[in-house]
């Protein structure tokens, strides 16, 4: 099993573009979340889903967008990047909220410039 | 705002010694859980206790959890210099089903 997948690993955004950062899981979880985690602050949820088409907010919401048409796959987009919106970027999934804790991915390095 | 809080910030000891680390949350819990972060790399999942249970061990951690005081402590015993890395804590449930929520994390430096 690969577990949770992030693609790019890195990259670098002009103040304005857009981009996805891909998730993708083959384990058949039902949760899945996004965190940014800045220095000193911990990590912080931006977006969630607790199954395919289902999406909810979390702390940080604004300036992101997400989708989850499938079980596998949790696409989180930057509509319109800030330098405020450089951070590492976690993507995360569990099989259940009650019982198991969750799988995360290597992570995001995303710099705006 | 998040909801746990972590204590002490940072931690070092030796090897051999053990390692204690403090969560507090705020709002009611289904389950509480702890992760560890090594330098610039994602966080593994370590043990989850869920909100009817005291206290959960497994190898040389050990959890418990207090529902009256809202908070939660991860013992460390033994410790190696493979144990430095950041700890958190992380709430879920309560009102917000499916949504986990971390707290700031302590840095545990073991010296060798």
């Known amino acids: 099993n690969a577990g949770v997948t992030q693609t790019p690993k890195f990259q670098v955004l002009k103040t304005g573009q857009s981009m996805t950062l891909q998730c993708a899981q083959d384990?058949?979880?039902?949760?899945m979340s996004w965190y940014r985690q800045d220095p000193g602050m911990g990590l912080r949820l931006i977006h969630y889903?607790?199954?395919?088409?289902?999406?909810d907010q979390g702390e940080v919401p604004n300036g992101y967008n997400v989708s989850r048409s499938t079980t596998e796959d949790f696409p989180l987009r930057l509509l319109s990047a800030a330098p405020s919106q450089t951070s590492v970027y976690f993507c995360a999934s569990s099989y259940s909220a009650d019982y198991y804790g969750y799988t995360f991915g290597s992570g995001t390095r995303l710099t705006v410039v | 705002s998040q909801q746990g809080e972590e204590d002490p910030q940072a931690l070092s000891i030796q090897e051999g010694e053990n390692a204690t680390m403090n969560c507090s949350y705020k709002?009611?819990?289904?389950?509480l859980q702890w992760y560890r972060q090594n330098s610039g790399r994602g966080l593994v999942h370590l043990i989850l206790i869920r909100s009817n249970e005291r206290e959960k061990h497994s190898g040389r951690l050990r959890v418990t959890l207090d529902t009256s005081k809202k908070s939660s402590s991860l013992l460390i015993t033994a410790s190696r210099a493979a144990d430095t890395a950041s700890y958190f804590c992380a709430t879920a449930g309560g009102t917000s089903y499916g949504k986990l929520t971390f707290g700031q994390g302590t840095i545990l430096t073991v010296h060798p």
């Open positions: 889903s607790v199954g395919a088409g289902i999406t």
């Open positions: 384990m058949n979880h039902e949760y």
């Open positions: 709002t009611s819990i289904n389950n």
